[in-house]
């Protein structure tokens, strides 16, 4: 045999134990490797998230609910009729427009009341937030006690002017269709804020948690109208910042409060338009409403 190919075997020879040897020292350090904990998304939630204090874990049970736009019956018309310091008219597919006669000071502390007893079913509405841009207060609708986020057939608009008085208000009433729906085990309020830490890119290191609450988010429409109501956790987060999780399936629902407004304020002026109402209540909202898509440069066309 040649020396050249002498060499070469050695050469192959030596690669071989070398990578024999190689394969030995990675195994012989593999369970040192193993003792190393991988941290879990609990351990990474509570190492980033402030205030999970507010979780409680608590298992709960909850179901769809259909609904649909609630038309008004004549007794309900009748207590309309019965409210004080206002014009009201009911415009086609249930909007309820009203004008107040005198300005009503905007007080957060009377907010309550002045909804009781000058709101159809007031009391079934819940405060979400004052929009500055264009000065309206902004409710949503509770059914069986939770609120139904981001809906414009359970919605309550009020107007204020210039110095923070309401002024007039628009309103539409979602009516629950069946209570006999199968109940689900529902994501608790841990799985929740979990699902949204470890799917999405929105909690950042240093985020406190400040409010979740459960309630109701619009999943569909049907083709009669009407609509399948999913139960949703709200995640409030830095105060400002909200996230809705479907508490059955997991998936979230992507919410903008300015977008939502916009469409319902293009939305109600085009019903106000189409209705051919020419009181001075519908006058006078129809024009506020103009004024805000112009003044936002919302595409109201």
């Not at 929105?202 to 009669?224: S, W």
Request: hydrophobic share 35%.
């Amino acid at each position: 045999m040649q020396w050249g190919q002498i060499k070469t075997l050695f050469i192959l020879c030596f690669l071989v134990l070398d990578i024999f040897l190689l394969r030995q020292f990675i195994e012989t350090r593999e369970p040192d490797l193993s003792f190393i904990p991988e941290t879990s998304i609990e351990e990474g939630l509570k190492t980033d998230i402030e205030g999970l204090d507010l979780l409680t874990d608590e298992a709960m049970q909850g179901s769809y609910l259909y609904g649909s736009r609630k038309e008004l019956n004549d007794e309900e018309k009748e207590e309309l009729e019965q409210f004080e310091n206002q014009e009201i008219e009911v415009l086609p597919g249930d909007l309820i427009v009203s004008k107040l006669t005198e300005p009503v000071s905007y007080d957060e502390d009377n907010l309550q009341s002045f909804l009781e007893s000058n709101v159809l079913n007031g009391e079934n509405y819940v405060f979400w937030g004052k929009n500055d841009e264009t000065n309206t207060l902004i409710y949503f609708q509770k059914i069986k006690g939770n609120p139904i986020y981001y809906n414009q057939s359970g919605l309550l608009l009020i107007l204020l002017n210039d110095q923070d008085e309401m002024v007039q208000y628009t309103q539409t009433i979602l009516k629950n269709e069946d209570d006999q729906q199968e109940d689900y085990d529902l994501f608790t309020d841990t799985e929740a804020i979990m699902h949204l830490y470890n799917n999405t890119n929105e909690l950042n290191q240093g985020d406190e948690l400040t409010d979740i609450k459960i309630g109701y988010h619009n999943l569909t429409p049907l083709p009669n109208g009407g609509q399948v109501l999913a139960p949703t956790w709200k995640i409030t987060i830095n105060e400002n910042r909200n996230y809705f999780i479907h508490a059955i399936e997991g998936n979230s629902f992507p919410r903008d409060d300015k977008s939502f407004l916009e469409d319902t304020i293009i939305e109600i002026r085009g019903l106000i338009q189409d209705s051919n109402n020419g009181s001075d209540v519908t006058k006078e909202i129809q024009e506020n409403f103009s004024e805000m898509i112009e003044s936002t440069n919302w595409s109201g066309d």
